[in-house]
């Protein structure tokens, strides 16, 4: 079964099948893969996954983004980001070198 990421009216992201990059691990629910580091952007919701053979967090490049209602799901990045006092993560990209950041922290790798 595929991972479904929803707001309602606003975002959905549909993920079939992840693979580690790490440990080459396959799955397509959260039984091998953890999400908790998932993030809502401008471009829509960015599934973060921490594969749970290995540990290591990516961004799985499967994913199919939507924006239901792009003003509305602006809105909702800005007005989570002042609720949180988190930086709004713009897209893709930011979320992919966000989950590489958390990688090295976990490694130990940051200078």
Not at 47 to 65: A, D, G
Request: with cysteine.
């Amino acid at each position: 079964m595929a991972l479904k990421f929803r707001l309602k009216g606003l975002a959905e992201t549909f993920v079939d099948t992840i693979t580690c990059p790490c440990c080459g691990t396959i799955g397509s629910d959260d039984q091998n893969f953890s999400t908790e580091f998932t993030k809502v952007t401008y471009e829509g919701i960015v599934v973060v996954v921490q594969c749970r053979s290995c540990s290591e967090i990516f961004v799985p490049c499967t994913q199919r983004l939507g924006i239901l209602d792009y003003k509305a799901l602006r809105v909702a990045v800005e007005k989570d980001s002042v609720d949180s006092g988190q930086a709004i993560l713009t897209g893709w990209e930011a979320v992919r070198l966000s989950a590489e950041k958390l990688n090295a922290q976990r490694k130990g790798a940051m200078h």
